[in-house]
């Protein structure tokens, strides 16, 4: 029996795809898949030779070497250094381990959404599907590791039939990597450990996203995050279909990132030794990243929350640590910018770039040169500068900017700024520059009226540290009126605000292809290791289904919370089998009863 998915959904099942597909129909037929199921493929030159992959012994993983990686193939080692990003094969062979290893070690039994007198399906008379056949028709465009937003096409086309037989094809590799990623999203464990099955079959999904820029920020700079903890936030932000991963590498508080050309930075500027990020570490990270089909794209921040410089270059930051009152001079302590007219700076610039962009190029076609938050009152202490009027420093902002993005590419690289180098320094950009806006709809309109392509991220939605409370001590001449203590961005913004969330309602139509996509963004100054994941997930997620499925449905409503929740409570599920610690949606009640916790419901 065909059906074609119809909202609200059966209280008997959550029928998770997510994100949502563009076009999805499924049966109610049981088919079980074997270990020993083969996956084969070809490429658009290989059809009618296609490449069988049993159930091999492949592991990813990476060592202590330097830019290497152990790849284990039976009783076959060799060795991948990563000096450049994988090749399209490579992110298939990837996926296909990564597939098996999701359905048959990280999958769960779904009972919380079944009511309490559900049984399984019978392990006796199954139905086994005999092949999973993986296609991609066309060539990978060059940099298919490394796009250019919109120069990869990841739509996917995915087929189960009732007989058992699957097949995915794709116009890219990346469009394989995310179809397998879907057809993981099909299966459950058997609790008797009778092995995965899918009570779906057959299926038919089409699928393609609708944004080009599908991203997860992550500040590293404010707490430190060690490799396999960004690793796991890679690994669940590629599971969500996302394919950007923005490292907030450095910052006021500290510099983590090692520079050979400038040890010092990191000797100096980290937290502690050790908690660094090595040029290996760096490298594997880009690749690691690239191999799910996610750019990882670097930010060094500047010229403002820099102040960590000053650790091992007193002389290339003004306004550094004001105290008592930094607020003046910044958004937050410890205070510090670059010198805006100092030759210094730029020969210390120069020689970040050279040593930097190098190692980022291989990976992406992004750097991020930052611009948020500069307090123009830091340049009355600037001996550069000693101004804080605006006709002063804007020429002196538009050369720096000038100089660095210059820089940039001539490594390669596309750049992207804030939006405050645009809107409230009125600089004149070149035409090829990112705008990333994260104050208002407002603003993100402004910017795709001058003609650039955005990123969208309003803090009153996407900004997930919101809510948490004033991380600043409160001195008791001022504790009343700052009652209750709430940070600038409360209340907490929920996996439904999120979920509201159209980044293109203040966009006009003609302008809507200049929204390259968005970001969610995990500020770090009440964030560690320890809520790092439930801090994220599952409202990343919801962020994600926005971004790859678009805010409105076919019909061009609002898409309903009442079914994406059952549908992001299943998905946690699934995070949480991977590994990742994402909070719950809904109690089991809700999930197993259908819409019993349904507010105003009216059937």
């Known amino acids: 029996m065909i059906i074609l998915l119809l909202f609200p959904l059966l209280t008997s099942l959550a029928l998770a795809i997510w994100p949502i597909p563009k076009e999805y129909k499924h ?13 084969e493929w070809a490429g658009a030159g290989d059809v009618g030779t296609l490449k069988v992959q049993p159930s091999r012994n492949f592991d990813f993983r990476t060592t202590s070497n330097a830019h290497v990686t152990i790849q284990v193939e039976g009783n076959r080692r060799r060795v991948k250094r990563y000096s450049e990003a994988p090749t399209g094969d490579e992110m298939i062979d990837q996926a296909i381990y990564s597939a098996k290893q999701t359905i048959f070690k990280k999958n769960f039994v ?33 940099g298919i590791a490394k796009p250019l937003a919109g120069t990869v096409d990841e739509s996917y086309a995915l087929e189960l039939s009732e007989g058992g037989n699957v097949s995915i094809t794709a116009n890219s590799s990346v469009g394989i990597v995310r179809g397998l990623v879907t057809f993981t999203q099909l299966f459950y464990k058997h609790s008797g450990g009778g092995g995965a099955y899918t009570p779906l079959a057959p299926v038919t999904i089409f699928d393609v996203p609708v944004f080009q820029h599908r991203g997860i920020n992550l500040d590293v700079a404010r707490n430190y995050f060690s490799i396999k903890d960004i690793e796991r936030t890679i690994d669940a932000a590629a599971y969500n279909k996302m394919n950007r991963f923005h490292l907030h590498v450095t910052d006021a508080q500290s510099w983590p990132l090692e520079i ?14 050790g908690l660094t990020y090595t040029p290996d570490d760096f490298a594997n990270l880009q690749y690691y990243a690239s191999m799910q089909g996610v750019e990882l794209i670097t930010e060094i921040d500047m010229p403002g929350h820099t102040s960590s410089i000053a650790l091992s270059h007193p002389e290339l930051i003004a306004a550094y640590n004001i105290q008592p009152d930094w607020d003046t001079y910044c958004a937050e302590p410890p205070c510090g910018t670059l010198k805006l007219n100092s030759t210094k700076v730029t020969d210390f610039l120069q020689q970040l770039f050279n040593d930097l962009l190098p190692r980022v ?20 202490k600037d001996d550069s500068v000693n101004s804080s009027e605006p ?20 490594a390669g690289l596309t750049p992207i700024v804030w939006e405050e180098m645009l809107l409230d320094w009125n600089l004149t950009l070149g035409a090829d520059v990112v705008v990333q806006s994260w104050q208002s ?48 961005c409360a209340p907490f913004h929920n996996w439904r605000l999120a979920y509201a969330y159209d980044p293109l309602a203040s966009v006009p139509n003609d302008a809507h292809h200049l929204v390259l996509g968005g970001e969610a963004h995990m500020w770090a100054e009440q964030t560690d290791p320890i809520n790092l994941d439930r801090m994220i997930w599952p409202r990343g997620s919801a962020v994600a289904e926005v971004l790859w499925s678009g805010a ?41 009863e259908g819409m019993v916790c349904q507010l105003g419901y009216q059937p």
């Not at 190029?361 to 009355?380: C, I, M, Q, R, W």
Request: glycine share 6%.
């Open 441 to 488: 709809d407002k603003a993100l309109a402004q910017i795709v009226a001058k003609g650039h392509k955005a990123l969208a991220g309003n803090y009153n939605y996407w900004y997930l540290d919101c809510g948490k409370g004033q991380w600043l001590n409160i001195d008791p001449s001022i504790s009343a009126s700052s009652y209750p203590y709430e940070d600038y």
């Open 361 to 380: 190029l291989p990976f992406s076609s992004y750097f991020h040169t930052g611009g948020d938050e500069v307090n123009k009152n830091a340049y009355l």
């Open 27 to 39: 049966g109610d037929t049981v088919l079980w898949i074997s270990k020993d199921t083969s996956f």
């Open 391 to 410: 006709a002063i420093l804007q020429p002196l902002m538009q050369k720096f900017i000038d100089s660095n993005h210059d820089q940039v590419r001539a």
């Open 552 to 592: 409105k449905d076919a019909q061009g409503r609002n898409r309903s919370q009442i079914d994406a929740a059952p549908r992001l409570s299943e998905m946690r599920e699934r995070l949480v089998a991977r590994g990742i610690g994402a909070e719950p949606i809904q109690m089991p009640y809700c999930t197993m």
């Open 110 to 142: 779904p009972w919380k959404f079944h009511p309490r007198n559900w049984t399984e399906p019978s392990t006796e008379n199954r139905t086994y599907i005999s092949t999973v056949t993986v296609q991609v028709l066309q060539d990978d465009p060059e």
């Open 260 to 273: 050979p050309a400038l040890p010092e930075l990191s000797a100096k500027g980290a937290y502690r030794p």
